[in-house]
Structures are given as C-alpha cells and as structure tokens.
T-cell receptor, first 111, second 111 residues
Framework: TQLLEQSPQFLSIQEGENLTVYCNSSSVFSSLQWYRQEPGEGPVLLVT?????EVKKLKRLTFQFGDARKDSSLHITAAQPGDTGLYLCAGVASGTYKYIFGTGTRLKVLA | KAGVTQTPRYLIKTRGQQVTLSCSPI?????VSWYQQTPGQGLQFLFEYFSETQRNKGNFPGRFSGRQFSNSRSEMNVSTLELGDSALYLC??????????FGPGTRLLVL
C-alpha cells in the first residue's frame, strides 16, 4: 500500500508558467520532506515542513503542509528549465518507523 | 561538512556475479538507508541500518544484503546478479532515520 500519493505524475509546461504538485496521504506525518532529483543523481533535499498549516518559501518554490499534517503541496511560480526534474515528497507516518517516498512527479519545463 | 559518498559510481557486471557497493554517511549520522531506483519501479526501499543493526527492511529477495560498520559506513551486497538488478543504487544517511541526505548513487549495469 502506497501511503503517499503524488499528483500529477507527469507535467510538461512552458517556461514562465506556474504549477502545483500535490502529496496526499490518509496517514498523519510528523514532518514531510520534499526532494528534487535530476537524472543519474541522488535526490536533493529542498525543504522540511513540520507544523500543520506551515508555509515555507524557497525562492520561487512555496511549500505548504496541510493543517491535519496528512498532505502537502509544492507550488512553483514562473517555472524555469532548471526546475526540470523528479519531485518527491517523503516522511515517516505516525505509528510507523519507516521512511517512505511518494510516487513522484516528473516535471519538464520547456524553454 | 562532507556529504554522503558512494563508491563506485559506475559498475558493469555479468549475470551470476556478485557486487559490493559502499557508502560513507555524513559525519555524525548513524542511520544509513539503501534504495534501488529503476525507471519502471521508482524509488524502492532496500534496508536501513542504525548503529550497526538492520532496523527496517524492504521487500527484496535474500540476494540483497547489507551491513554497517562501527564508523557508520555501510556496504550492500547483491549476489547472483540478474539482468533486472540493473539500476541506480542510492544510499542516504540520516541522524535518526527521518530527513535523508542522499549520495550520488552507483549505477549498476548487469549484462
């Protein structure tokens, strides 16, 4: 059973467009992390969200943790080709000790 | 602080052989996790070691094994290689098993 579902699975947009990626679960998470991975490399940590309702900004990226700590979103403003990659959410569901990854969103930004 | 290092970066083996991959975590991190990533299956959890003990295990056959040394360095071994074992193998270190910091990966090709 996949505890973290991401949507959309694939996204291809033009440079300058905005987009939102969703990470949803029926389980509560003490924290969630977002990573970006480029082909042939390991995922790179972008942010950790901990508090329900928390919003964090990283330049053009805005991350939000749901009030109930069951979901999160990543919004990119004015996407650039350098944003291209695989975006993964991840965390440890309450009551478990396993760190799990979401299904992933593959983003391609066209120049 | 030095990041997670993995060696070797690239490896070519033939079916039936065995392979050992190495991972050095970030200094002070006691948790090391291993993942297999393939285009079709995404990021699959292999196992996690914490203070030399395997703490979590994914759904992989017994041909996949690992260990962690007293200095937190970890190795994973795959015996009797199969074509389907061709993948990017990622190691990640963590302080407690939550936020993961990934190495660059070892790309294994089995011929």
């Amino acid at each position: 059973t996949q505890l973290l579902e991401q949507s959309p699975q694939f996204l291809s947009i033009q440079e300058g467009e905005n987009l939102t990626v969703y990470c949803n679960s029926s389980s509560v998470f003490s924290s969630l992390q977002w990573y970006r991975q480029e082909p042939g490399e390991g995922p790179v940590l972008l942010v950790t969200v901990v508090t329900g309702g928390e919003v964090k900004k990283l330049k053009r990226l805005t991350f939000q943790f749901g009030d109930a700590r069951k979901d999160s979103s990543l919004h990119i403003t004015a996407a650039q080709p350098g944003d291209t990659g695989l975006y993964l959410c991840a965390g440890v569901a309450s009551g478990t000790y396993k760190y799990i990854f979401g299904t992933g969103t593959r983003l391609k930004v066209l120049a | 602080k030095a990041g997670v290092t993995q060696t070797p970066r690239y490896l070519i083996k033939t079916r039936g052989q065995q392979v050992t991959l190495s991972c050095s975590p970030i200094s002070g991190h006691r948790s090391v996790s291993w993942y297999q990533q393939t285009p079709g299956q995404g990021l699959q959890f292999l196992f996690e070691y914490f203070s030399e003990t395997q703490r979590n295990k994914g759904n992989f056959p017994g041909r996949f094994s690992g260990r962690q040394f007293s200095n937190s360095r970890s190795e994973m071994n795959v015996s009797t290689l199969e074509l389907g074992d061709s993948a990017l193998y990622l190691c990640a270190s963590s302080l407690r098993g939550d936020t993961q910091y990934f190495g660059p990966g070892t790309r294994l090709l089995v011929l």
